[in-house]
């Protein structure tokens, strides 16, 4: 058979990866804190037709003679780049203006998940907890506002402050940020939710302002970082290379019948 159709063939598949990544992208454009997905290509072991050879007295070097087998996926990244910052005036929603990661847990200290989205609620007991129950990491879990606080505040330090009935103002806890070495190598788990990872490293915990974590802004929200004008371009190269390699395959199909009506 020939090469050509199986290099086609892996260009097919490489291709669909990418429109998937893409497609997932685009349906996660308003998705809060989404990182968008990058897939990277590498080509497969080159067939060695010839052999290289070292110049001699009489005559130069000749170069190797190969032929490329395919390509592959070498990679398929995550890009943590800041997305543009939303303004709610929501106290409770947050955002980080920095490389931190708020610190989500359950009730009994175990389940600990990271996320950029920093939509929090109060349940009825007064738990600043997400969507989904977690609760928000701070220097005290669960950081709790009494219910008959009059209002409430979060500082771009982190700090959680309240003003009681009598009109004093007091504090709650500091939420408490998580930093990375490697946050590309963090594991996406659903739900706006990463997992620590053996490449991701161990994190760093810090209140905000420190350790490079950033800042915590009260009343804003991160949206996805996901450029639509580049993903539609991205789209449209991934589809033109998806039809090429078709095109390769059809192309070895008619050459291989050729092939076969040399006899009839």
Do not use: C, W
Not at 75 to 87: K, L
Not at 202 to 227: H, Q
Not at 236 to 260: K, P
């Amino acid at each position: 058979m020939l090469r050509s159709m199986y290099s086609g063939i892996s260009g097919l598949r490489n291709f669909q990866t990418k429109l998937d990544v893409i497609g997932n992208n685009i349906s996660n454009v308003n998705t809060y804190g989404f990182k968008k997905g990058r897939v990277i290509f590498k080509d497969l072991i080159s067939q060695t037709v010839a052999g290289a050879s070292a110049p001699g007295e009489t005559r130069g070097g000749v170069n190797p003679k190969q032929v490329g087998l395919g390509s592959q996926i070498a990679a398929i990244d995550t890009i943590h780049s800041g997305g543009s910052t939303q303004f709610t005036g929501n106290t409770l929603d947050l955002a980080i203006s920095g490389d931190g990661f708020f610190q989500l847990e359950d009730g009994d200290g175990t389940g600990r998940v990271y996320t950029r989205a920093g939509n929090f609620y109060l349940d009825n007991e007064g738990n600043l907890v997400n969507s989904e129950g977690k609760y928000l990491v701070g220097d005290a879990v669960p950081l709790n506002i009494p219910t008959d606080a009059q209002s409430m505040s979060i500082g771009q330090d982190g700090v959680v402050s309240y003003v009681d009935v009598d009109g004093n103002l007091q504090e709650v806890g500091q939420i408490q940020l998580a930093k990375f070495p490697n946050p590309a190598g963090l594991t996406k788990i659903g739900g706006n939710y990463f997992e620590e990872s053996v490449n991701s490293g161990v994190p760093e915990e810090n209140v905000p302002l420190e350790g490079g974590t950033g800042a915590v802004e009260s009343g804003f929200l991160e949206m996805s970082n996901v450029d639509l004008a580049e993903e539609f371009t991205e789209m449209i190269v991934a589809q033109r290379g998806f039809q090429a390699n078709t095109r390769i395959i059809t192309t070895s199909d008619e050459i291989l019948q050729e092939l076969v009506n040399l006899k009839r």
